[in-house]
């Protein structure tokens, strides 16, 4: 289960009702990461997968930074771990960038698992981008199913401003969020964005003044987190997954999704708060198994 805390490389709380809220707190480093942020990162996302608990996670930073990439530096031991604070999910690992073969391992392992464990997060996510997101900061923003910025915040790729690759996905999340022709844009032309122009990209969902940012991440957070959470699960799965399929395979998809939903007892509620003229009551089921009295669903 989610413990909550203060931790090396960030904030852990879980408020009502089920909102895990993620929030990087190295505000001298931009919030940039390192190889045991990722994997703690991982860490937590796996937990909160696992955490009848947990409805939605919401990502967001400390001072000026959501997240500013990769921190390159190294600390007084000469490695890329930060020095245990108060506490870390994980003991430290190497980066595993000392080889061709390393550096695979490396980004599978490390750096890309950070973004394919969020997206397969089957629990809805949101990004609360509080400023200065790039390269890391953004693919994990993109990963992410919403996105909230603040005016202030400023975002993009631009690894190609130190002749290095986006090895992390996000050329694939850039191009499944906005398309070829602007990814190509981006990308190629180092493109550093305000937040009202990566809204006209498609990049983010909504821009907030900084002072109101979080106060509307967690309204979303709170909407989301009271909706049908199985039927949710189960259709941001299928969303997903149709994006990348035929049409064939998509409809085969949401038919066999829906024969595992449509008997659940969030859908018996549903029909019965509209045929009562009432706001429904979802997630019992989830009520019950903290319980500990209900079966799983």
Same mark, same amino acid.
């Given at each position: 289960?989610?413990?909550?805390?203060?931790?090396?490389y960030?904030?852990?709380?879980l408020?009502?009702?089920?909102?895990?809220v993620?929030?990087?707190?190295?505000?001298?480093?931009?919030?940039?990461?390192?190889?045991?942020?990722?994997?703690?990162l991982?860490?937590?996302?796996?937990?909160?997968?696992?955490?009848?608990?947990?409805?939605?996670?919401?990502?967001?930073g400390?001072?000026?930074?959501?997240?500013?990439?990769?921190?390159?530096?190294?600390?007084?031991?000469?490695?890329?771990?930060?020095r245990?604070?108060?506490?870390?999910?994980?003991?430290?690992?190497?980066?595993g960038?000392?080889s061709?073969?390393?550096?695979?391992?490396?980004?599978?392992?490390?750096?890309?698992?950070?973004?394919?464990s969020?997206?397969?997060?089957?629990k809805?996510?949101?990004?609360?981008?509080?400023?200065?997101?790039?390269?890391?900061?953004?693919? @994990? =923003?993109? %990963?992410c199913?919403?996105?909230?910025c603040?005016?202030?915040?400023?975002? *993009?790729?631009?690894?190609? !401003?130190? &002749?290095?690759?986006?090895?992390?996905?996000?050329?694939?999340?850039?191009?499944?969020?906005?398309?070829?022709?602007?990814?190509?844009?981006?990308?190629?032309?180092?493109r550093?964005?305000?937040?009202?122009?990566?809204?006209?990209?498609?990049?983010?969902?909504?821009?907030h003044e900084?002072?109101?940012?979080?106060?509307?991440?967690m309204d979303?957070?709170?909407?989301?987190?009271?909706?049908?959470?199985?039927?949710?699960?189960?259709?941001?799965?299928?969303?997903?997954?149709?994006?990348?399929?035929? @049409? =064939?395979? %998509?409809?085969?998809?949401?038919?066999v999704?829906?024969?595992?939903?449509? *008997?659940?007892?969030?859908v !018996?509620? &549903?029909?019965?708060?509209?045929?009562?003229?009432?706001?429904?009551?979802?997630?019992?089921?989830?009520?019950?198994?903290?319980?500990?009295?209900?079966?799983?669903?």
């Amino acid at each position: 289960m989610i413990a909550e805390g203060s931790f090396d490389y960030f904030d852990l709380t879980l408020e009502e009702p089920g909102i895990l809220v993620i929030r990087f707190n190295k505000p001298e480093r931009l919030n940039g990461m390192r190889t045991g942020m990722k994997r703690d990162l991982v860490e937590t996302v796996t937990q909160a997968q696992l955490d009848n608990r947990v409805r939605v996670v919401v990502f967001t930073g400390s001072g000026r930074a959501f997240c500013a990439g990769d921190d390159v530096t190294r600390d007084e031991q000469g490695n890329g771990n930060y020095r245990k604070a108060e506490a870390s999910f994980m003991p430290t690992v190497n980066a595993g960038h000392d080889s061709p073969v390393g550096v695979i391992a490396g980004l599978h392992w490390i750096s890309q698992a950070v973004n394919t464990s969020v997206r397969k997060l089957d629990k809805l996510s949101i990004a609360a981008i509080n400023g200065v997101t790039i390269q890391t900061g953004l693919s @994990l =923003a993109l %990963a992410c199913d919403f996105r909230f910025c603040a005016q202030s915040a400023r975002l *993009g790729s631009a690894t190609l !401003r130190f &002749g290095a690759q986006p090895d992390e996905g996000g050329h694939f999340l850039l191009v499944q969020t906005i398309g070829l022709p602007k990814t190509v844009d981006f990308l190629f032309r180092k493109r550093i964005v305000t937040a009202d122009e990566a809204l006209e990209l498609g990049l983010v969902h909504e821009v907030h003044e900084d002072a109101v940012l979080m106060d509307k991440a967690m309204d979303l957070a709170r909407e989301l987190a009271e909706g049908p959470q199985l039927a949710m699960r189960v259709l941001k799965r299928a969303t997903y997954f149709a994006a990348e399929a035929t @049409l =064939a395979q %998509a409809f085969e998809d949401i038919a066999v999704r829906t024969g595992i939903s449509d *008997g659940t007892p969030d859908v !018996r509620e &549903g029909f019965a708060a509209f045929k009562e003229k009432r706001k429904p009551h979802y997630n019992k089921w989830i009520e019950d198994l903290l319980a500990g009295r209900g079966e799983r669903h």
